[in-house]
Structures are given as C-alpha cells and as structure tokens.
C-alpha cells in the first residue's frame, strides 16, 4: 500500500473521492457543502490548497482518504483529522492505520489530533479507540434539517508512538 499526499493537480481526483465517501457513508459525514458544489471547480481547488490530504493506494486502485486541518481552537501544534474514508472492500486492512501515520509522519510538530465522531457512528469511535485516540469528553450538537450531535477524541504522544512506523 501506498499513501501519497494530494497537490493542486488532483483536484477531480479528490473531489470523486469525496463524492464517493458521502454517497456510500451517509451517516458518517455532515457536509452537504461538498455534493452540492460538485461541479465547482474553485471550490475543489480551495480544498487542495487549504488542507492536507492524504490517499491510499493498493495498486492503481485508491482505497482511502484522509484530511488534515488546521484547528482554530487550538495552537498550532494541534491538528484536526476529518473526511477519514476506506473504501468498504479494503476496510480492516490497516489502511486507515497508514494514512494516519502518514499524516503524523509528515507533522512532526504536531503533538495532539483531534477527531470529531458523530453520534451513532459507533464502528468509527471503536476504531479511533483501537488507534489510540481517548474522549475528550466534549461533545456538540450541529444545526441542521436534522440536529445531530458528535463527540470528540483525541491522540496524544502515547497515542503517536503507539501508531509505529510505517513498514
Ligand atoms: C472507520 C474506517 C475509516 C476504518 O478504516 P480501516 O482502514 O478499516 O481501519 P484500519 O484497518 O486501519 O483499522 C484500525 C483499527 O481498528 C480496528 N477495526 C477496523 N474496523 C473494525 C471493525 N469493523 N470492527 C472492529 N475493529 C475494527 C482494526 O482491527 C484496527 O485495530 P488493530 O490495528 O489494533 O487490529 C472505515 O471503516 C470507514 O471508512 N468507515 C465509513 C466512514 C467513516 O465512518 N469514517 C469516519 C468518520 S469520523
């Protein structure tokens, strides 16, 4: 398996991804921003740029992403880990697992990630916990047509180190 981070150039390849993640884990995911700007280009671009995305590769075939941004609650060793999706026939296979030593690989500065996991998403909380991340016992709850509500976990030092180095 290979990671690889995305530059400006992969914009329709992020963007198929993500459209892909939403439409096949509709509960795991809040942002209706990203199906309906589909087919804005800028707006693809601005995501590129803006943060850091990760994929995963077995082959010629992408089986996961992964995002890294920057969290405005926190100083700038802290990170937020977000859009986190495998693809279903390559789930329990470590590739999460890799695309997130990658990310913490490649931000040696970083020394906490935060993941927002939304209520009901039990299988994602199982796995974060499996991966080292811990409660931070806060929670909120998002407005929307639907309110729901999420909780949030975070990966310290202990949690990094327990990720290994990539194989
Ligand atoms: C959550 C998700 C990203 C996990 O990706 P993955 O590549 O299957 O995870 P990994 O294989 O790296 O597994 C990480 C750990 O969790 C465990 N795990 C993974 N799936 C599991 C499952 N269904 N049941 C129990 N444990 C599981 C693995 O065994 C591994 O632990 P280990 O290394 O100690 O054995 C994937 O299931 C997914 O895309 N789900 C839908 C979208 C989603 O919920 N995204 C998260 C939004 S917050």
Sequence with gaps: MDVEVLTDDDWKLL?????????????????????T?????????ER?????????????????????VQDPDH???ARHVESVWVEP????????????RHLVESEPGVHSW??????????ARDVYERLGFRSTGERQTLAGAVERSEARMRLDD???RGLGSAP
Excluded at 18 to 31: I, K, N, V, Y
Excluded at 89 to 100: E, N, P
Excluded at 114 to 123: A, H, I, K, Q, R
């Design 75 to 77: 100083s700038s060793d």
């Design 114 to 123: 935060f993941v927002w996991v939304l209520d009901g998403n039990e299988l």
């Design 89 to 100: 026939a390559h789930r329990r296979k470590g590739v999460l697992r890799a695309m997130l």
């Design 15 to 35: 963007r198929d991804l993500r459209l892909r993640a939403l439409d096949e884990s509709p509960g795991a995911f809040l942002s209706k921003a990203d199906a």
């Design 48 to 68: 590129c740029a803006r943060d850091t995305w990760v994929i995963a590769r077995i082959g010629q075939e992408v089986v996961g992403m992964a995002c890294s």
């Design 158 to 160: 202990v949690g990094i």
């Design 37 to 45: 700007r589909a087919g804005d280009e800028a707006y693809w671009h």
